[in-house]
Nanobody
């Protein structure tokens, strides 16, 4: 069974850090990439970062470049999103996703809406506030 489970969210002060995890079961990360989306209250869901081992590519949305780092652990089949210098505008529910057809390509997943991707986790809430 293909499943993604996020963890690591919480409350953090501005300029603080958090590390989100996305544990994958049912497929290997060498074969399919993982994309992170986030949805802030009252706003549309947007992509944040993506990693594809098979494509050899990591992508970041402009507002998080230089602050967020995406990585993966083969032994745990888990993707991490290290978030540093967090800002109140980073407050959102963060979701990790993939897809059996588009999942090998971050270039493809990053230009598609969330509804096009077939697998999503339940989300983890990140709140940045003093």
């Amino acid at each position: 069974q293909v499943q993604l489970v996020e963890s690591g969210g919480g409350l953090v002060q501005p300029t603080g850090s958090l590390r989100l995890s996305c544990a994958a079961t049912g497929f290997g990360l060498e074969d399919r990439g993982i994309i992170w989306h986030r949805q802030a209250p009252g706003k549309e869901r947007d992509w944040v970062s993506c990693i594809s081992v098979s494509e050899g590519l990591s992508l970041y949305e402009d507002s998080v470049k230089g602050r967020f780092t995406i990585s993966w652990d083969k032994s745990r089949n888990t993707v991490y999103l290290q978030m540093n210098d967090l800002k109140p505008e980073d407050t959102a529910v963060y979701y990790c996703g993939s897809d059996p057809v588009f999942g090998a390509s971050c270039s493809e997943m990053s230009r598609r809406p969330a509804a096009d991707l077939g697998v999503w986790g339940h989300g983890t809430l990140v709140t940045v506030s003093s």
